[in-house]
């Protein structure tokens, strides 16, 4: 297999920024399309707000981010950031049919031996791969977010991906400073995110029934875990309407009304309270009360 030295980045949203500066921080020849031409610049701004409010970083050092930022090359043309790319990762929003459309494009467009990743938070690559002509090179990579410090990725194959192509994507992930996960057979939530899922799920049901305060439960988390922040915070910072499609993809799944996500947060997103992103989820930015000090001993 040809190693990676070329990785394309489509979609330069939140994961996207983080993914394409953590890539070209390693080394690697980062080619990045957005459709928006100032999605770039604009999600660097709230990327270094979500470290100062997590009090988190890279993995590389934070005086270093604006050198690697720039080596980034933005393209006005899917076509051309595509060009010479051993690997593609697709950071598109969180919906089945779009991601189908775009891996749709970047098969007839990329290089025929380049491999194509999604970042999906939950739609495995199996319902994607069939729009392709090379299931085999197609996976899921699943980051978190390397710039605050969750420095890890969920790998997992479809029903023909080739033992090589998950290889290289563990050599990938672990040369970019992350732990690469590993999924053995294919599930809905990968390794760690399911983990995720389930303490997420149950912080909703919680929230949305009235029987705590949701602050409570992110004061909880924070002395459980020894973590700067809670579910809910990390539901702020991931956007509302993100976590909202997520749990639909699972929910569409099961079709188990206990993992409907509840009505409340749809609400909350109807209302425009999409998180750190909208200035308001759960909490207020940019000066969220649970960075504040005080705030574990409940003041
Ligand atoms: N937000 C998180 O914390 C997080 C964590 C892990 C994985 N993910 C996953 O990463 C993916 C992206 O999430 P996000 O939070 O970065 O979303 P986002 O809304 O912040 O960014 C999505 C970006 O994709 C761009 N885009 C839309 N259509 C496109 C197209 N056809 N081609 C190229 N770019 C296009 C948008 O302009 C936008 O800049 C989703 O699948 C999500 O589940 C998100």
Known sequence: MKPIKNVCVVGLGTLGTQ???????YGYNVDAYDPKPDAFATMQTKVKAAMQMTRKGPTFPMALWDAHAAKVRLH????????????????VPEDVESKRKVFAELDRLAPIDALL????????ISRIESVTTR???????????PAVGMNMADIMGGSKTS??????????????????????KETLGF?????????KRQSLYMWDGGFVDFRDIDRAWMTFTGMTYGPFFLM????????????NIYFESSQDPRDAPPASLKQKIARGELGVKAGIG???????????EGFLLGA
């Open 19 to 25: 993914i394409a500066i953590q890539a070209a921080a």
């Open 76 to 91: 006005s043309s899917l076509a051309a950031a595509l060009l010479t790319a051993d690997l593609v990762v697709e950071v």
């Open 117 to 124: 990743a999604t970042n999906s938070s939950s739609i495995p």
């Open 135 to 145: 299931p085999e090179k197609c996976l899921n990579i699943h980051f978190y977010q």
């Open 163 to 184: 033992p090589e192509t998950l290889q290289a994507a563990r050599v990938f992930v672990r040369s970019l400073g992350c732990v690469p996960l590993m999924v053995q």
């Open 191 to 199: 390794c760690f995110n399911s983990i995720w899922r389930a303490v």
């Open 236 to 247: 702020d910072l991931v956007g509302l309407d993100i976590i909202y499609a997520i749990e």
């Open 282 to 292: 759960f909490y207020k930015y940019p000066d969220p009360e649970c960075t504040r």
